[in-house]
């Protein structure tokens, strides 16, 4: 499910969790309504809102998290391509192929990345394809170095795609985690529990039916912004491609 569609289903859930619970303020019968159950359930939902508060909050922070992760590997890939362009490029014109193999490969993976049609999937299987990186790594292997400079540049570009492919693996293992489902229904079954208590008690006004709903709109859209943090290349809020395209735009020259 989307994010927009996992929040609006949250949403509902915990607005019928408030509605249920006004409902049974009116076929509960009056014991079941004293004070000494207004504790219980008082100290019951105030639990349910600690438990409810630590874990959105620790998913908001992991989803952060894994969001800074995979900018941080996507910038540090592409500074690699560029000192991987220079290697080549110093190398001489025997490097000529793998120049613009790597660059062709680069800016194809990067269109796939970022383009404005891309989704979760198709940006998970861009990370997934290690074929341009094993291209590149046979022309490499296919050098000759006719000296101990080219030895060096050749033995230094081969460490860089090293690095480069452990990167890749690392950003695809976090792009394709995410949040799991059983978890969020755990979770939105908490939050709709806990709204259930909060409308058992809770006056018949316009003042107290706004409150719950506006309570019901931040929770569901906290589960809006882990589900956005999970997908860091597609959604509302996505990961800029200015860097990848800025070191698009140098390969070759």
């Known amino acids: 499910m989307s994010p927009m569609a996992v929040s609006l289903t949250t949403l509902l859930c915990v607005l019928s969790g408030a509605l249920a619970g006004l409902i049974l303020q ?16 008082r100290v019951v939902t105030g639990l349910m809102a600690t438990l ?17 992760a995979v900018d ?17 490029a110093q190398y001489g014109p025997d490097a000529k192929d793998a120049r613009e193999l790597l660059r ?9 990345l970022f383009s404005a049609s891309g989704r979760h999937a198709a940006a998970s299987g861009a990370m997934r394809d290690a074929a341009p990186l094993e291209q590149l790594d046979a022309k490499l ?43 969020v229904v755990v979770l939105v079954s908490w939050l709709a529990a806990m709204f259930v208590g909060f409308g058992l008690f809770a006056p018949r006004s316009a ?14 859209t906290s589960i809006f912004l882990i589900e956005e943090l999970s997908r860091p290349l597609d959604g509302v809020i ?16």
């Open 238 to 253: 996505a990961l800029s491609g200015e860097a990848m395209r800025n070191a698009v735009a140098v390969l070759g020259k």
């Open 72 to 88: 941080g590997e996507l910038r540090q890939i592409a500074a690699k391509v560029i000192v991987l362009d220079r290697a080549l």
């Open 104 to 112: 062709n490969g680069y800016a194809a993976g990067v269109d796939r």
């Open 141 to 183: 292997l296919a050098l000759a170095p006719a000296n101990d400079a080219q030895r060096a540049l050749k033995a230094r570009a081969e460490r860089i795609i090293e690095d480069m492919t452990q990167s890749r693996w690392l950003t695809f293992g976090e792009i394709a985690g995410g949040i799991p489902t059983g978890f």
């Open 52 to 68: 409810s508060a630590l874990v959105l909050g620790l998913l908001i922070a992991s989803g952060k998290s894994s969001f800074d």
């Open 207 to 220: 003042t107290a039916i706004a409150a719950l709903v506006i309570g019901a709109l931040a929770v569901s």
């Open 26 to 41: 009116t076929v509960l019968p009056g014991h079941h309504l004293r004070e000494d159950s207004k504790d219980v359930v």
